[in-house]
């Protein structure tokens, strides 16, 4: 993955529009948080192969952290602390960001195709 440049993500997004798409969104503040600090509270979220259609896409943010909105009919999905990204072979929009030791905290891919695991 490399940082996040603001004009090609959007640009990966915007060709997700108005097509059935799968969806994969992914927060966690992964079981480290309990392991490190007893009185920590561990915390995530995990969507897989949601299908979904998005009419709009939007990348906002600074220099080291962004967020993507996804505007559906009837509602929004997003992901905020965003700062790599990737196309894979298959053609799989892949965004992540981690935390200061490299770990993941968010996870937010868009593709045409179910993920596979």
Not at 28 to 56: C, E, L, P
Not at 98 to 108: C, I, K, M, N, P
């Amino acid at each position: 993955m490399k940082p996040i440049q603001i004009e090609n993500v959007q640009r990966e997004l915007d060709r997700f529009q108005n097509r059935d798409v799968y969806l994969h969104l992914e927060t966690t503040n992964g079981a480290y948080a309990k392991h490190f600090d007893k009185n920590a509270s561990n915390a995530g979220a995990f969507i897989r192969n949601a299908q979904v259609r998005f009419t709009r896409a939007k990348i906002v943010g600074g220099t080291d952290s962004y967020r993507v909105g996804l505007k559906m009919d009837i509602g929004w999905i997003y992901a905020e602390g965003l700062a790599d990204w990737e196309v894979t072979e298959e053609d799989q929009l892949l965004l992540a960001g981690h935390d200061a030791e490299g770990r993941l905290t968010v996870a937010l891919q868009i593709s045409e195709k179910p993920f596979r695991y």
